[in-house]
């Protein structure tokens, strides 16, 4: 771990990012250049102390979990994203578009959707970043590890509280888009990705996924419209609208409802109710 490096490195890059760059108010002038570190420490959701001791030459060795957070506050590059992994003293993770790395132009346009749910999902339908509106319509998905990070693994291991969100007649449309999506993540991904984990943990588990998948269906399926039921105000009929990254390995997925309609009114009074339970 070059101690030198990765603090001259991190506060050099904190520097050269404006509030704007990661969706942040401006706010009253400011008496240093670029981001604040509090302002870092919370994007990347760690303590102020813990990333401040960092810039300070100081603290124990990060986690590649802790510089792949910070890789998404900073805004990095993918080659950036594996300096720092280097001068912190690890290796770089692979590039597959699976951990907690977030390709910086769809975080670009990201930021921008403060008022709409969004989410940036892996090919598996991992949530790795999602906005308040999107929580307060499904919750909060970037929480859980391992296979159960997945969506689609989720829906088929867990579907008592997985599947709750939608109705239970388009529980088996649903179930084949999964698959479908999963197939095709499966071909794209070397033996050792997480689409051949979760293949590898459902097939002895779901006897409802081994039927479909021996079907071979492929498709890459996130734009769609769909039914959500919200715990409180009920169903939702939303439009999902889709941004990949070159490679396809990364997706912005955005959820509107036409302007002027129940749905959109219903979209904004989950977002309202949304804000409220944060605050509490």
């Known amino acids: 771990m070059d101690r030198a490096q990765l603090a001259a490195f991190l506060r050099r890059r904190r520097e050269s990012l404006q509030p704007a760059d990661v969706g942040l108010a401006g706010g009253p002038r400011r008496r240093t ?33 802790i510089l792949d957070a910070l890789a998404r506050a900073l805004r990095l590059t993918g080659d950036e994203r594996d300096y720092l992994h280097r001068v912190a003293g690890h290796n770089p993770p692979p590039r597959t578009g699976t951990g907690a790395y977030v390709a910086p132009a769809l975080l670009r346009v ?26 307060a319509l499904l919750g909060e998905r970037t929480r ?42 499966y071909a794209a991904q070397g033996p050792d990705g997480p689409a051949h984990r979760i293949v590898r943990a459902l097939h002895p588990r779901s006897a409802e996924f081994r039927d479909l998948w021996e079907r071979h269906e492929v498709a890459v399926r996130f734009t769609d419209h769909k039914v959500i039921l919200h715990p409180q105000i009920g169903p939702i009929e939303v439009d999902c609208q ?39």
Not at 117 to 123: G, V
Not at 246 to 267: F, G, H, I, M, N
Request: a negative charge; glycine letters at 6%.
């Open 144 to 185: 859980y590890t391992g296979l159960d990070r997945s969506d689609i693994y989720r829906w088929f291991a867990h579907p008592g509280t997985e599947r709750r969100w939608y109705p239970e007649d388009d529980h088996p449309r649903q179930s084949r888009v999964h698959v479908a999506s999963l197939r095709a993540a």
């Open 110 to 135: 990201f930021d921008r959707l403060a008022d709409t749910p969004a989410m940036i999902l892996t090919q598996v339908a991992e949530v790795l970043v999602q906005n308040d509106p999107a929580r």
């Open 33 to 65: 250049p670029g981001l604040r570190r509090e302002e870092v420490a919370g994007l990347a959701g760690m303590s102020p102390d813990y990333y401040g001791r960092l810039e300070q030459r100081r603290g124990p060795q990060p986690s590649p979990q």
């Open 242 to 280: 889709v941004l990949f990254t070159e490679d396809q390995s990364q997706a912005l997925l955005v959820l509107t409802a036409p302007p002027d309609t129940e749905d959109a009114d219903k979209l904004r009074l989950a977002a309202v109710l949304g804000h409220q339970q944060f605050a509490r």
